[in-house]
């Protein structure tokens, strides 16, 4: 199983970016897709995660509204749009499934991780 992020990189402050993660290696129709993100001396947490069949949860409420999750089941994609992006934002953002079975709410529900990438805001 490989999950394939790309699309991090330096920002600044109030802009946005696309993450983009491509699953491969098995099928993902019982599996949530989604991101997490860890910032330097900080857990690992939640961004948000998207059933197959479209549910979703999500993590802090700092990042409502803000960002969106986009899944492609067809594609097995999950982007992760972000808009508004401070400071606080910067992190290693990892792609991550999680099997339907679970209730994802943090990195113990998650069965497999992808590499990180970093985003980096400015200020």
């Known amino acids: 199983v490989q999950l394939q992020a790309s699309g991090g990189g330096p920002v600044q402050y109030g802009g946005s970016l696309r993450l983009s993660c491509v699953a491969s290696?098995?099928?993902?129709?019982?599996?949530?897709l989604g991101w997490f993100r860890q910032a330097p001396g900080k857990e690992r947490e939640l961004v948000g995660s998207?059933?197959?069949?479209?549910?979703?949860?999500w993590g802090a409420e700092s990042m409502k509204g803000r960002f969106s999750i986009f899944r492609d089941n067809a594609k097995n994609t999950v982007d992760l749009q972000m808009f508004s992006l401070k400071p606080e934002d910067t992190a290693e953002y990892y792609c991550?499934?999680?099997?339907?079975?679970?209730?994802?709410?943090?990195?113990?529900?998650?069965?497999?991780w992808g590499k990180g990438t970093q985003v980096t805001v400015s200020s």
């Open positions: 991550a499934a999680s099997h339907d079975s679970r209730v994802v709410r943090g990195r113990n529900d998650v069965d497999y």
């Open positions: 998207v059933k197959w069949g479209g549910s979703s949860t």
């Open positions: 290696g098995r099928s993902f129709n019982n599996y949530a």
